[in-house]
């Protein structure tokens, strides 16, 4: 059974930081392609940060320079730092295997995703 499971999400203030991470098991062997993406409330999902098998990144302008993603290929989980962060980062954050990042994947999976939310 395949499984994403983000966890790190929580409440802090303007300017804070926090790290994300999203654990991979069951059929999604390997999450060395992936996306998160975010939610906010009355908003349609965006992406966020992305990255390649190669190790290319690619990062939403209005995240640039404050959000970092990152993968550990030993423990099939990837990262997602964020600091600075503004209320506007205010989100359901998920993240995302799928036919976009690998040609290993033809349906896309999702996990259930983890609630930040940045105070001012």
């Known amino acids: 059974q395949a499984q994403l499971v983000e966890s790190g999400g929580g409440l802090v203030q303007a300017g804070g930081s926090l790290r994300l991470s999203c654990a991979a098991s069951?059929?999604?062997?390997?999450?060395?392609?992936m996306g998160w993406y975010r939610q906010a409330p009355g908003k349609q999902r965006e992406l966020v940060a992305g990255?390649?098998?190669?190790?290319?990144?690619n990062y939403a302008d209005s995240v640039k320079g404050r959000f970092t993603i990152s993968r550990d290929n030993a423990k099939n989980t990837a990262y997602l730092q964020m600091n600075s962060l503004k209320p506007e980062d205010t989100a359901v954050y998920y993240c995302?295997?799928?036919?976009?990042?690998?040609?290993?994947?033809?349906?896309?999976?999702w996990g259930k995703g983890t609630l930040v939310t940045v105070s001012s």
């Open positions: 069951g059929s999604i062997f390997s999450i060395n392609a």
């Open positions: 995302n295997v799928g036919p976009r990042w690998s040609p290993f994947y033809g349906v896309d999976y």
């Open positions: 990255i390649t098998s190669g190790g290319s990144t």
